[in-house]
């Protein structure tokens, strides 16, 4: 019950192409969804989050679309360019426990 | 000027040794927190400390101990080294703890390396 599930594992895309990133848990408790972005050589840096009372939240070209009923939410990474290749992680939040997926390690090809 | 500073960035050395890692957040926050990311990119949480008092207690062997002096300070220390201790482990901070929108601020890790 205290799973994220995070899928691909990998992903490989064309520029300009957008990747989707899948991510689905099971306890209902979780009451915030972040998703953290690292590059080689770097710690995991916040990217973009939801509550569960919105359905999608838009920064950039960063997009979370988020299903309450499913259980699950993805990122879409609008117009990707290969600066945003990098590994992504969701996660799910409950007070001071954080529940993180597996990551996707993603590349855009230039 | 890094938010959350750990030192060293490299550490080689030879199992049975004992080793530590520094980190210092410079955040004003809470909360700090050691995780483990493996080979295969794995985040998993260790420890985490609100104002020097101990938190959470992930299924750790004892080996690894953690120190926290202050609220801007989290060590971790590690008795007798094995082979797969090897990872690089992350430092991190958040402003509170029990707040869920509350974002975990990472170091820039500390690869460990035991031959």
């Known amino acids: 019950q205290q799973q994220v599930k995070q899928s691909p594992q990998s992903l490989i895309v064309q520029k300009g192409g957008i990747p989707i990133i899948n991510c689905a848990y099971e306890n209902t408790a979780f009451d915030y969804f972040p998703w953290y972005q690292q590059f080689p050589g770097k710690g995991p840096a916040l990217l973009i989050a939801?509550?569960?009372?919105?359905s999608e939240k838009k920064e950039g070209r960063f997009t979370i679309s988020f299903n309450k009923s499913a259980k699950q939410f993805s990122l879409h990474i609008m117009d990707s360019q290969p600066g945003d290749s990098a590994t992504y992680f969701c996660a799910a939040n409950r007070d001071d426990k954080i529940i993180f997926g597996k990551g996707t390690r993603l590349h855009i090809l230039p | 000027d890094t938010a959350v500073s750990q030192t060293p960035k490299y550490l080689v050395t030879q199992m049975g040794n004992d080793k530590s890692i520094k980190c210092e957040q410079n955040l004003g926050h809470d909360t700090m927190y050691w995780y483990k990311q493996d080979s295969k990119k794995f985040l998993k949480i260790m420890f985490s400390?609100?104002?020097?008092?101990?938190?959470i207690n992930e299924t750790v062997p004892n080996r690894f101990s953690p120190k926290s002096p202050d609220k801007a300070h989290l060590n971790l220390h590690i008795n007798s080294l094995e082979l797969g201790d090897s990872a690089v482990y992350f430092c991190?901070?958040?402003?509170?703890?029990?707040?869920?929108?509350?974002?975990?601020?990472f170091g820039n890790g500390t690869r460990l390396t035991v031959t």
């Open positions: 939801i509550r569960p009372d919105v």
């Open positions: 991190a901070s958040s402003q509170h703890t029990g707040a869920s929108s509350s974002p975990l601020h």
């Open positions: 400390y609100n104002n020097k008092e101990l938190i």
